[in-house]
């Protein structure tokens, strides 16, 4: 299996990151994330397609606010909070305050 490629932290841009978390289903994810070092790319309570999710996560790990790491045929994936707090102070937390005290209106 190929290794995935990463944005280097410098190379992180403000508008991909927004884009990346202007989806439901992607701050959904962001959610979880949050709460665990590390997820599996089918975390519990998402009734989403394998196939989109995948396509989701491949547009958070482009965007840079994910890390995939391989191991065997599972794929871990964490936050990449530290690099997105030094590239953008406050921005997760404004996000994550607001996706987490959200009333659930889907």
Known sequence: MRALSHPRAEDLDLATVLHALGDPVRLELLRHMATSDEISCSPEGLTVARST???HWRILREAGITSTRIRGKT????LRRAELDTRFPGLLNAILAKVTNAPDDR
């Open 75 to 78: 794929r871990l994936i964490s």
């Open 53 to 55: 999710l995948s396509n």
